[in-house]
Structure formats: C-alpha cells, structure tokens
C-alpha cells in the first residue's frame, strides 16, 4: 500500500511539474538550451570517435597481434633530433631479412617491402600520387591482401624479373575509366614509365579518417629495387603463428638485429625499429582522448550553465507560486509532498533537454558523416549516459529550490502577494 502511494505520488507531482512547463513556454525552452548544447556536443563527438575507434581499429589490426616490422626508423618521428638520430643508423637490408628467417625460432613469415609514391599512366589517362611497393610474395598473407579478380605473382616470377603488378581499384576510376576489375587484368600500365602487366585486383580495403587505401599499385620485390633503388633500407615484415608467441619473436628479432649491429648491453638504441601497428593505435588513442576531454569540458561548462539557469527559473516559479504552497501546505501537504514536486520540475526540465541533446547528437553525427565521410556508431551506452547526467543536473540544480519551497510556512506563504 505504501508502495503505491508513493507510485501516486510521483505521478501527480509529475504531473503537475508538466502543467506549469507548459504554462510557461519561452521560459522552459530558455532553461533547456543549456542542457540541449551539452548533451549534443558529448554525443555527437562519442557518436563519431566510436566509429573511428572501430574504423581505425579494424583497419590496423588486420593482422591481429601477430605481425610487426623492422625498420630503419620508426613509424612516427616526433622531432628533428629523433630524425637525425634515425638517419645515422644503418640501412636495414635483404642480409637482415635472411638472418630474421634463419635465426628466429618462433617467427612463421617473414617479408620484405619497399615503399614509394609515383605516377601511374595507362593510355591517354594518369593518376599521380599513387602509392607504390615492391613486395616479397609472403606480403600478401602478412598483410591479408585477397585478390578479387585475376592472381598475385610468383616467387619464381619475382626472382625472374617479370615485370607484373597488383593494383587497387582506386586506379579502376582514375586511369581505366571504371572498367570492371576482371576486365583490366593483362593490361599494361606504366607506373613511373616502367611498363607493368596487371596480374590481378585486389579486393577494396575502403577508407581511413577519408583517406582511401585503394590507391596502390604493388608489384615484386626486385622490381621494386630496380624502381626505388637496391640499396636504399629495406621494411622487414614479421608474422608469428599463433598470438602468444607475439612478444617472444618481436624479443628474438631485437636481439638478432642488435647483434647484427653490434650494440653492447649498455646500448639503448637497438640500431632499427622494431614496431606493430599498435604504435598507430597508440597515437590515434592520445589523440581521439584529448578531443574527449576537450568536448567533455565544453560540455561540463555548459551543462553547469544550464543547471544554473534551472536553479534561478525554478526559484522564480517557487517565488510566483508561493500562495500555491501555502495553500497545499494548508489542506494537508507535506513537506516532502512540496519538495518531490520543484525536485520533479526541474528534473523533468533537465531529462527533456538531455532526450533532445541525444537526438541532435546523433542527427549531428549523422549530418557530419554524410558531408565529411566520417563512421559514425550508435551505443545505447552514450543514449543513457546522456539522459542520466541530465537527471543528475537536474537533481543537483533542483535541490535548493525544492528544499526552499518545503521549509515555507503555510500562513506566511498564503499572506504573499
């Protein structure tokens, strides 16, 4: 019984905190608008950084935890004197690789790339700034690269000096007019004025933050040496067998390198990078955290505003209804009655605008990922988070008001004008 009494008396006091929204209409808009701004910036950039976590994520775990390469330098430089320092060690080689393959006992593929950017013509039609690598065969399982039409060559081609490539459908738009990927292969192409034989197309990888990682033309190793240059450092691509094994190889292949370089105990620097895609990973996660906090404090100092502007308008409504109070006081209401009523008005207040927040959030979401490209993913958790700060806002900058409304005396209440 008592249960349901409390029940009825949520219902009326929600119920009346509805009527007097309503009645004041410019008002309850005007104490909404802070709350609206807050909750819509935290979703809308929750919304956008959960698809680009995913988005990112997939696309440089590829290969899950069992691959990582060795280089001369590491995949982000963040200073001159780094890039000094990095420039002074030794190329990384084809010996290199030979001794990874020989020595390491729990690396499972081991491949090689040289990588480069240059122009692609076919015909009349050109494509400048394509990505171009020269690469071992085991590349394509290390990097999970599938082929959707026509083949990938061969170690024998590679060694042979066929001159043959695998290329992106980006190029399909850009030099072959849109042609289908099964009507391209056998064609020649030349990329830098080498004439090149497409084996085959591979299967589209799709963008990243925009960037498209389609534009590419990948051919063999030695090719690419020719190309690039045959002493210029070489990109070690490691793959272990099974995850667990991860930590000891990357361990073995410092330790091979190091030898290799003669680096000494005391010896900091191991003489070449040796890094997975976590790196990126890493990089990306500082850089999407800083946005959190930043949106975070925006959204704190608006969502205080607004619990401010919901403290003062329900002051004043306890101000204009303070005969309302003494009479309900009069004929029976308690204190609490008093209080759970403002308490609910201005939850009501803040959970409206928090609803309206969620929703323009993800509109906002939606609307920069049609204009800007950017993945967007909807978590019932981020809808929830939303709403329940709003709630608590609304508790917080209610608090006062009701409890102010609670301790008036009926008689004194009733004698205000």
Same mark, same amino acid.
């Not at 410019?26 to 919304?47: D, F, K, M, N, Q």
């Not at 390198?257 to 900091?268: C, P, Q, T």
């Not at 700060?389 to 009926?410: E, F, M, N, R, T």
């Given at each position: 019984?008592?249960f ?7 219902k ?36 956008i ?5 995913t ?5 440089f ?62 015909q ?21 690269v ?10 024998q ?6 001159s ?9 738009d ?18 830098? +004025? !080498?004439?090149?034989?497409? %084996?085959? /197309? *591979?299967?589209?990888?799709?963008? #990243?933050? &925009?960037?498209s990682?389609? =534009? ?8 690419g ?8 450092s ?7 067998a ?7 190889a990357?361990?073995?292949?410092r330790?091979?390198?190091r030898?290799?370089?003669?680096k ?25 955290? +800083? !946005?959190?906090?930043?949106t %975070?404090? /925006? *959204?704190?100092?608006?969502?205080v #505003?607004? &619990?401010?502007?919901?403290? =003062? ?46 929703i ?58």
């Amino acid at each position: 019984m008592r249960f349901y009494g409390t029940i009825l008396l949520f219902k009326e006091s929600f119920k009346l905190a509805l009527l007097s929204l309503r009645a004041n209409k410019l008002r309850t808009l005007l104490t909404l608008l802070g709350v609206i701004v807050g909750v819509t910036s935290v979703i809308a950039v929750v919304t956008i950084i959960s698809g680009l976590d995913t988005t990112v994520s997939t696309a440089f775990s590829s290969q899950g935890s069992t691959a990582f390469s060795v280089s001369k330098r590491p995949l982000v430089i963040t200073s001159r004197e780094d890039l000094i320092k990095f420039n002074r060690r030794r190329d990384v080689t084809t010996d290199d690789a030979d001794a990874i393959k020989r020595l390491c006992r729990t690396c499972d593929r081991v491949g090689m790339s040289l990588n480069g950017l240059g122009l692609v013509k076919y015909q009349n039609n050109k494509s400048e700034g394509v990505s171009l690598r020269g690469l071992t065969p085991t590349m394509f399982d290390i990097e999970n690269v599938t082929i959707q039409s026509g083949r990938r060559w061969t170690e024998q081609e590679g060694i042979s000096g066929r001159s043959v490539c695998v290329i992106g459908t980006d190029l399909l738009d850009n030099v072959f007019d849109g042609r289908q990927p099964d009507a391209v292969v056998g064609e020649e192409l030349r990329v830098n +004025g !080498i004439p090149f034989t497409i %084996l085959g /197309v *591979a299967t589209p990888f799709g963008k #990243v933050l &925009g960037f498209s990682r389609d =534009n590419f033309v990948y051919f063999p190793f030695e090719e690419g040496q020719r190309m690039f240059g045959a002493r210029n450092s070489i990109t070690v691509h490691v793959q272990v067998a099974d995850a667990a094994d991860f930590e000891a190889a990357k361990d073995e292949v410092r330790s091979i390198m190091r030898n290799r370089r003669g680096k000494s105990f005391g010896d900091e620097d191991d003489g070449v990078s040796v890094e997975s895609q976590d790196a990126f990973l890493s990089i990306y996660g500082s850089a999407t955290s +800083g !946005i959190y906090a930043a949106t %975070l404090a /925006v *959204a704190a100092v608006s969502l205080v #505003v607004g &619990g401010i502007v919901v403290m =003062n308008i329900v002051l004043v409504s306890v101000t204009e209804r303070t005969r309302e109070i003494g009479l309900r006081k009069a004929v029976g209401a308690r204190r609490r009655d008093i209080m759970l009523q403002f308490l609910i008005e201005a939850v009501a207040v803040t959970v409206l605008g928090g609803t309206i927040g969620v929703i323009a959030g993800y509109g906002l979401a939606f609307l920069l990922s049609l204009v800007m490209g950017f993945p967007v993913s909807i978590r019932a958790s981020s809808a929830l988070m939303g709403v329940g700060v709003s709630a608590v806002v609304g508790i917080i900058s209610g608090s006062y008001p009701a409890l102010k409304a609670a301790k008036l005396d009926p008689i004194e209440a009733m004698r205000n004008d």
